[in-house]
C-alpha cells in the first residue's frame, strides 16, 4: 500500500511541475510572439499562443529537454488571420516563424 501511495505522490509531482514548467515556457513564447509582431508591425490576434506540439528533444548540450511548438495567429492589415508558430527548446526561443507574407514588387506587403 505504500509502494502505491509513493507512486501517486511521484506522478502526481510529476504533473505538477510539467504544469508550472509548461506554464513559464509559455509566456516566453507569448514575450517572444509579442516583440516579433510589434517588430514587424503586426497585430497579434487574441494575443494568446496554443500549444500545438510537446515532446523530448536533445539540446545544444545533448541534454534530453521537452520541445514544444505553439501556434498563435496575426493580422498584417487589420482585416485578415494569418498563422506563425514559436518552436521553444526548454525555456529558449530556437524558431519564431511568422509565415509567407506576399510582397509586391516594390518590397511592400501585399493583402
Known sequence: M???DV??????GALAWLWFDSFTAREVGIEAVRRACAAEGLQLLD??????????KRNEDGQMTLARVYSFEYSDTGDNRRRGSVY???H???ILNLGLR???SNGRLRN
Open 47 to 56: 494575443e494568446t499562443i496554443a500549444l500545438r506540439s510537446l515532446r523530448l
Open 102 to 104: 506576399l510582397v509586391a
Open 7 to 12: 507512486v501517486i505522490l511521484l506522478v502526481l
Open 2 to 4: 505504500i509502494v502505491v
Open 92 to 94: 529558449k526561443v530556437a
Open 88 to 90: 521553444l527548446l526548454g
